[in-house]
C-alpha cells in the first residue's frame, strides 16, 4: 500500500460513515510515519480503520469498502472495520497519534497510531509474520529494542505484557545471530490483489468515495 492510496481509503471511510476523523490501525499505519519506510513494510492491501466518534458504523466500512466489495474489486485494497480496543496497544497511546489530512482525504483527519505503539501491539500478537515486521522496523531505526522495554508494561494486560517479551526476546536473538546464521530473506506482506476491470468506471467510482 502507499500513502495516496491510504489516503484514498481514508477519504472513502470518511464518505460512507459520513465522519470526519478516522483511526488508522494496523500495520499500514506505518504510513503516518515521517522517516522513509522499507518496502517490505508495505506488502498489505488492507488498512485497519475505525469511525472514531462513530463506533457502530465499523461494520459500514466493512460492507462499504472492506474485503471482496466492489471497492476492493476496483482499486485492489481494501479497508477492514475493526475499534482499537481489537489491538494490544500501549497506555497512552491515543495521545501520540499522527495526523494525515491533505486535499487527497478531502480534509477528512486520519489518525495513524504511532510506529511505536504499532510495534508494541505487534509483538503482543505474537504471529510469525508480526515478528517479521517488528524485526524490519528494528533493523531500520524505526523502533529500538529499548523502546520496545520501556513500553512493553504498559500494555492493557498481563498476557499481553508476557507475549510482547517473548515476541521482542526471539527478535533480539534473530538479530544477534543473523550474521552467523544467514538464510535467504523472509517474504512480509500480504499479496495484493490485482485489480479486475471495474462494472464502473474507475473514476466515477473515485469521485463517489
Known sequence: M????LEHIIRAAGAVTDQKVILVLGSQSILGHDGPIPEKLLGSSEADVFPLKAPDKVDVINGAIGEITQ????FGYYAHGIPPEACPLPKGWDKRLHLIKNENTSNVMGLCIDAKDLACSKLAAGRPKDLDFV????KHGIVSTAEMQQMIPSLPRPEFVSSASRSLLIIQGRIRHASLFPSPDREHG???LEPQPPDRKRDELEREL
Open 190 to 192: 500480504e499479496r495484493s
Open 2 to 5: 502507499t500513502r495516496e492510496q
Open 71 to 74: 471497492f476492493q474489486h476496483t
Open 135 to 138: 524485526e524490519e522496523m528494528i
